[in-house]
């Protein structure tokens, strides 16, 4: 599904990013995880063609993201609130997007029912707009975006951040349950989630994969022994 060979991003002298290979298979939950400016927001970049590669390439589905555009109707995410228009309220966005992917209204009705209970009344009708929301209801709006036209890849970062208790469980029931169809790739700093539903995690170190871990078990372990938690 997702194959990154020979990834390099270079800032002046510093080399912030260096993956030299990275498989991610279909229907993967995919976790990334590593310090503060270990590489993991600038790896998604890379992987939407928002910042361009000092070298290698990330290719989805065989086209490279930084020549071709028929992966963007593949792949939803949603990274920070730059990504929203924010002087929409939350129902002129999701509207929007009805029109730029060209789902009918019925589409984005029964798209928008299955995040009810994650909504929890906050969210649709209020006539707020999306910059006057909280950060936990501007990050609903965004994940309930990415994941608008049912994309095979979706990409979060850092999701669970800001979300209360019931919304974080939500959140990983439409992850883990709801979305068996969905590659995920998730960058996150809660261990416990993300050990939670990915079934493999990424450890970047300073821009390397360090560790790359696919059993659950383990998982938990090699990453509380690393985070020293
Ligand atoms: N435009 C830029 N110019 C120079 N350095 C940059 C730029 N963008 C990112 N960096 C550097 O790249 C490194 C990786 O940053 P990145 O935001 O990808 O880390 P991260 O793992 O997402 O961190 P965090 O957990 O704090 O969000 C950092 O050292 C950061 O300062």
Redesign the pocket.
Known sequence: MISIQGLK?Q??E?I??DVESLDISKNQCFGLV????????????IMLDL?RASAGAVMVDGEDVSKGEAWKSKVGAFLDEHMLLSYLTPDEYFETLRKIYGLSKEDLMLHLDKFTEFFNGEILGKKKYIRDLSKGNLKKVGIVAAMMGNPDVVML??PFENLDPSSQNRLKKLVVQESPNTTFLI?S?DLVHVTEICDRIVL?EK?KVIKDLQEKELMVEELNTYFGT
């Open positions: 991003k800032y002046k510093a912030v990013l590593g310090n503060n400016g270990a590489g993991k927001t600038t790896l998604f970049r910042v970062d850092e960058s700093h970047l821009g």
